[in-house]
Protein backbone atom coordinates (compact mmCIF):
# COMPACT_ATOMS: atom_id res chain seq x y z
CA UNK A 1 0.00 0.00 0.00
CA UNK A 2 1.23 3.26 -0.76
CA UNK A 3 -0.42 6.46 1.25
CA UNK A 4 0.38 10.03 0.24
CA UNK A 5 -0.73 13.08 2.64
CA UNK A 6 -0.93 16.70 1.57
CA UNK A 7 -0.27 19.22 4.05
CA UNK A 8 -0.10 23.49 3.93
CA UNK A 9 -3.92 24.26 2.70
CA UNK A 10 -5.75 26.74 4.53
CA UNK A 11 -7.12 30.32 4.07
CA UNK A 12 -5.35 33.33 2.53
CA UNK A 13 -5.68 36.50 1.07
CA UNK A 14 -5.61 37.81 -2.64
CA UNK A 15 -2.11 38.72 -3.40
CA UNK A 16 -0.38 35.85 -0.67
CA UNK A 17 1.02 33.04 -0.88
CA UNK A 18 0.91 29.26 0.67
CA UNK A 19 3.00 26.48 0.18
CA UNK A 20 1.60 22.37 -0.11
CA UNK A 21 3.29 19.53 1.06
CA UNK A 22 3.14 15.81 -0.08
CA UNK A 23 4.58 13.16 1.53
CA UNK A 24 4.25 9.59 0.12
CA UNK A 25 4.91 6.41 2.13
CA UNK A 26 4.53 2.77 2.20
CA UNK A 27 5.84 -0.04 -0.81
CA UNK A 28 7.71 2.52 -2.40
CA UNK A 29 10.35 1.41 -5.31
CA UNK A 30 10.11 4.65 -6.70
CA UNK A 31 8.19 7.28 -7.83
CA UNK A 32 7.83 8.50 -11.28
CA UNK A 33 5.78 11.81 -12.02
CA UNK A 34 4.16 13.35 -9.14
CA UNK A 35 2.32 16.33 -8.69
CA UNK A 36 -0.63 18.59 -8.03
CA UNK A 37 -4.00 18.73 -9.32
CA UNK A 38 -6.75 20.67 -7.83
CA UNK A 39 -10.81 20.56 -8.06
CA UNK A 40 -12.73 23.98 -7.43
CA UNK A 41 -16.42 23.75 -6.48
CA UNK A 42 -18.24 22.72 -9.75
CA UNK A 43 -15.73 22.57 -11.84
CA UNK A 44 -13.68 19.45 -13.34
CA UNK A 45 -10.73 18.16 -11.68
CA UNK A 46 -7.32 20.09 -13.51
CA UNK A 47 -3.93 18.70 -13.29
CA UNK A 48 -2.19 21.52 -11.78
CA UNK A 49 1.89 21.01 -12.02
CA UNK A 50 3.84 17.72 -12.25
CA UNK A 51 7.77 16.77 -12.13
CA UNK A 52 9.01 13.31 -13.08
CA UNK A 53 11.75 12.20 -11.07
CA UNK A 54 14.61 13.80 -13.63
CA UNK A 55 13.13 17.04 -12.64
CA UNK A 56 11.15 17.96 -15.99
CA UNK A 57 8.38 20.34 -14.87
CA UNK A 58 4.87 20.70 -16.53
CA UNK A 59 2.13 23.72 -15.55
CA UNK A 60 -0.80 24.56 -16.15
CA UNK A 61 -0.90 27.90 -18.30
CA UNK A 62 -3.36 29.50 -15.12
CA UNK A 63 -0.44 29.11 -12.94
CA UNK A 64 2.73 29.19 -14.94
CA UNK A 65 4.73 32.09 -13.37
CA UNK A 66 3.43 32.07 -10.08
CA UNK A 67 3.77 28.24 -8.82
CA UNK A 68 6.55 26.47 -8.30
CA UNK A 69 6.96 23.09 -7.99
CA UNK A 70 9.49 20.81 -6.29
CA UNK A 71 10.44 17.01 -5.20
CA UNK A 72 13.18 15.49 -3.12
CA UNK A 73 13.50 11.97 -4.37
CA UNK A 74 15.06 10.86 -1.98
CA UNK A 75 12.48 12.00 0.96
CA UNK A 76 9.18 10.87 -1.33
CA UNK A 77 8.08 14.13 -1.28
CA UNK A 78 6.78 17.20 -2.98
CA UNK A 79 6.10 20.96 -2.43
CA UNK A 80 3.95 23.15 -4.51
CA UNK A 81 4.92 27.08 -3.68
CA UNK A 82 2.21 29.16 -4.71
CA UNK A 83 1.89 32.91 -4.85
CA UNK A 84 0.23 36.08 -6.43
CA UNK A 85 -2.40 33.94 -5.28
CA UNK A 86 -6.45 34.72 -6.72
CA UNK A 87 -9.62 34.02 -5.71
CA UNK A 88 -10.01 31.55 -8.56
CA UNK A 89 -6.92 29.32 -7.17
CA UNK A 90 -9.85 28.16 -4.57
CA UNK A 91 -10.32 24.55 -4.94
CA UNK A 92 -9.07 21.36 -3.33
CA UNK A 93 -5.65 19.93 -4.39
CA UNK A 94 -4.86 16.89 -4.69
CA UNK A 95 -1.72 15.07 -4.22
CA UNK A 96 -0.92 12.17 -7.26
CA UNK A 97 1.79 9.90 -8.22
CA UNK A 98 2.96 6.95 -10.41
CA UNK A 99 4.54 5.06 -7.82
CA UNK A 100 6.53 1.64 -9.11
CA UNK A 101 5.78 -0.87 -6.23
CA UNK A 102 8.07 -3.16 -7.61
CA UNK A 103 10.84 -2.41 -10.75
CA UNK A 104 7.74 -3.80 -13.23
CA UNK A 105 4.23 -3.36 -11.11
CA UNK A 106 3.29 0.50 -10.60
CA UNK A 107 -0.02 2.52 -10.46
CA UNK A 108 -1.51 6.14 -10.02
CA UNK A 109 -2.50 6.70 -6.40
CA UNK A 110 -4.04 10.02 -5.05
CA UNK A 111 -4.52 12.00 -1.93
CA UNK A 112 -7.17 12.75 0.09
CA UNK A 113 -6.63 16.49 -0.48
CA UNK A 114 -6.35 19.73 0.74
CA UNK A 115 -8.20 23.17 0.70
CA UNK A 116 -7.22 26.15 -0.65
CA UNK A 117 -8.99 29.43 0.08
CA UNK A 118 -8.13 32.43 -1.13
CA UNK A 119 -10.48 35.04 0.10
CA UNK A 120 -10.02 38.64 1.42
Known amino acids: QVQLVESGGGLVQPGGSLRLSCAASGSIFSINSIGWSRQALGKERELVAAVTSGGTTNYADSVKGRFTISRDNAKNTVWLQMNSLKPEDTAVYYC??????????????WGKGTLVTVSS
Open 96 to 109: HAFVLTTRLDGMNY
